[in-house]
């Protein structure tokens, strides 16, 4: 259960929950290099930076975000609009 943040400069809001569900899908159908083959699920929170808005807000929305896909059944993508 590591947590990361990646930032995507540019990445207009309508696009922003597929992208997440690519990356997301992209995770859980790649086999990773181990002796045995890993598989691994993706849950990701995601929150746009918003002009006029503080950016730790919009990190703890993205927080937010994550525990809920997590709550919700993990491997999901859930994003915060507000």
């Not at 207009?12 to 181990?34: K, M, S, W, Y």
């Not at 059944?73 to 859930?78: D, L, P």
């Amino acid at each position: 259960g590591e947590e990361f943040v990646a930032i995507f400069p540019g990445l207009l809001p309508e696009n922003a929950l597929p992208t997440g569900q690519r990356i997301c899908q992209a995770v859980a159908t790649h086999l990773f290099a181990t002796q045995d083959g890993l598989a691994m699920t993706l849950s990701v929170g995601m929150a746009p930076l918003l002009a006029g808005k503080d950016p730790q807000e919009r990190l703890a929305a993205a927080d937010a975000a994550l525990y809920a896909a997590k709550r919700e059944g993990r491997n999901r993508v859930k994003a915060s609009l507000a």
